[in-house]
Each structure stands twice: as C-alpha cells, then as structure tokens.
C-alpha cells in the first residue's frame, strides 16, 4: 500500500490527467482522442513549430493550444494510442535566426499572455515524463534558457538525448558561448523516463534523472540575465529530409515558480 500511494504522489507533481493509466499502472490514461490541451495545462506554454517563412518560423499562442479541441498538426499532436503530448522535428524545417536546427518545441509564458522572464533567486524547476519516439543524431528535450538582461540568446543548459541513448547535460560557460557536455544518465530509445531541471538559490542548477541528481554551479556571468523555460523536441541535426528527424513523447509536463 506504501508504494502505490507513492506512486499516486508523483503522478499528481508531474501534472497529466491520468499519467499512472499511461505508465502502465492502475489508473485511467489520458484521451487519445483530443488536442493536447485537453490532456496538458497549456495555459503556460506557447507553440514554436518547424513551419513558417526562413526565420521565422509559425509560433501558435497558448490562447491556442487549450482545451480538447486546441491547436495540433503533424508536428504537434496527441498519440492515438497512449495519449502522449507529441513533438515532431523533421530534419529540413524552418529555423529561428540564432539556430540552424529545427524544433516541435514549447517556450514558457505567463498566465497572463506574457513571454516568462524570471530571476535566478528563488526556486524554478520543469518536470517531464517522456520518451525519444525516435531520433537521428540527438535531441535537446528540455532546457532554460536566457532571457531579458543582456544580448546573448544562448541557454543556460540543455538536456540532450542521443540516438545511442545517452543523456547529456550542455551547460554553458558563459552568455557568449561555450558549453560543456556532461553525460548525466541512459535510457533505450522508445523507452520512458523522467528529468526535472531546476535553480534555487540564485547560483545552481539542479538536474535530476530517473532519480539521479547532479549540480552545477551557474557563473557569475549569468547573474544579469532572467530565465524561462522550454520543452520538446529541439532537432540536432539538419539535412533536406522531411522524414528523418526526432519524434519526443511527453506524458507529464509542469512547471513550479517558489
């Protein structure tokens, strides 16, 4: 009885309706047959996807994304058989200017319709339930990034998946750049798993997987930046593929500001 109330208390932090029947438990599973807003709080969250003009890619407003008859396509969408919350990043898509790599991928906002800018002090942490459908090279599937407070449009880590199963942290050096990668767990492509990547106490970032969790210190640098977060599938790789690519599974996905 200890264990599965457990169980229960962990499906209810990471915030889908039904994420136990989903992982194969004694719940019921999310509805395979609506958007993905009907599964997922959205209501945080803004939509960039690998379509749009060169530079500019489509980016669908979490006004949206809500509700069971929300916004989804062939790269964002809800798995017919399990209920997963799907990104879909081929490997020729539009790119943002600062990338030349394309993504089915979520940015934070505020409830109010505002791009998230939040400072390091305090407590931040993203959650996720997942599994890499499938993937070419490898993947970016969580991170923060930089925010208001300077020029620089890099991130401050990167949560990587690669094809041969290894998960990798890229945490940057600096805001101009350098990130040093750091192989943090494995997992089987097509298989589930969980990440919470968070920052307390204004200088560190907490990364935990499948129950491991590992620090890293944030340079002082990154002191005039705020943050926000984001979610997905961010593709590593290019080529004039419309077929290769990286197809990430979501089944749990929160956000916690203290």
């Not at 945080?44 to 060169?54: N, R």
């Not at 600096?174 to 097509?190: C, Y």
């Not at 290019?238 to 749990?252: C, L, N, P, W």
Request: aromatic fraction near 8%; charge should be neutral.
């Amino acid at each position: 009885m200890k264990t599965r109330i457990r169980r229960l208390a962990l499906a209810g932090s990471i915030g889908i309706a039904g994420t136990l029947g989903l992982l194969g438990t004694d719940a019921g599973a999310a509805t395979p047959g609506i958007a993905p807003g009907g599964n997922f709080n959205l209501s945080v969250w803004e939509l960039q996807l690998p379509t749009g003009s060169p530079g500019s890619p489509t980016t669908i407003p979490s006004s949206q994304l809500q509700g069971a008859n929300g916004f989804q396509d062939d790269y964002f969408y809800t798995d017919s058989r399990d209920g997963a919350m799907t990104f879909w990043a081929p490997e020729k898509g539009v790119t943002t200017p600062n990338s030349n790599y394309a993504r089915s991928e979520l940015q934070e906002m505020n409830s109010n319709g505002s791009a998230a800018d939040w400072s390091l002090s305090g407590t931040h942490k993203l959650s996720a339930t997942l599994r890499v459908v499938s993937v070419t090279s490898n993947v970016c599937v969580g991170q923060i990034h930089l925010g208001s407070g300077g020029s620089s449009t890099k991130p401050l880590i990167e949560l990587y998946v690669h094809s041969g199963g290894d998960i990798v942290a890229g945490v940057e050096n600096s805001p101009s750049g350098g990130q040093t990668p750091h192989t943090v767990g494995h997992v089987s492509i097509g298989k589930t798993w969980t990440y919470t990547i968070g920052v307390s106490g204004g200088d560190t970032i907490n990364l935990t997987v499948n129950g491991s969790t590992t620090h890293y210190t944030i340079p002082s640098s990154f002191d005039p930046y705020k943050m926000y977060f984001k979610a997905g599938s961010y593709n590593q790789s290019s080529s004039d593929s419309t077929t290769k690519g990286a197809r990430v599974a979501f089944y749990g996905l929160t956000v916690s500001h203290s």
